[in-house]
């Protein structure tokens, strides 16, 4: 069963920093775009960030320069160091995953559970 562990989220204040850290386990197949969402009440959940498998970054632009997203593909992690942050940053963030089965090249995508970011006003 695929499991996804995240950790970090907490409270702070305008300015301060933030190491969110997302570990997967029971995958069977290659994880190849791993990534981070967020959700804020009453908003859509959108991409923070997300890196493929290669290395390749992409950010939302809210978050670009501020945060930075990488990737340990031994230990299937990833990890988003957030910087400079503001009461914006506010919500639940999200690991996701996508999985490459090793036969039939289908794809999957996991979601942990959330960890709460909440940047004090």
């Known amino acids: 069963q695929v499991r996804l562990v995240e950790s970090g989220g907490d409270l702070v204040q305008p300015g301060g920093s933030l190491r969110l850290d997302c570990a997967a386990s029971?995958?069977?197949?290659?994880?190849?775009?791993m990534g981070w969402y967020r959700q804020a009440p009453g908003k859509q959940r959108e991409l923070v960030a997300s890196?493929?498998?290669?290395?390749?970054?992409t950010y939302g632009d809210s978050v670009n320069g501020r945060f930075t997203i990488s990737r340990d593909n031994p230990e299937n992690t990833v990890t988003l160091q957030m910087h400079d942050l503001i009461p914006e940053d506010t919500a639940v963030y999200y690991c996701?995953?996508?999985?490459?089965?090793?036969?039939?090249?289908?794809?999957?995508?996991?979601w942990g559970q959330g960890t709460q970011v909440t940047v004090s006003s």
């Open positions: 996701n995953i996508r999985v490459i089965r090793r036969r039939g090249g289908n794809a999957d995508n996991y």
């Open positions: 029971g995958t069977t197949g290659t994880i190849d775009t």
């Open positions: 890196i493929t498998g290669g290395g390749s970054t």
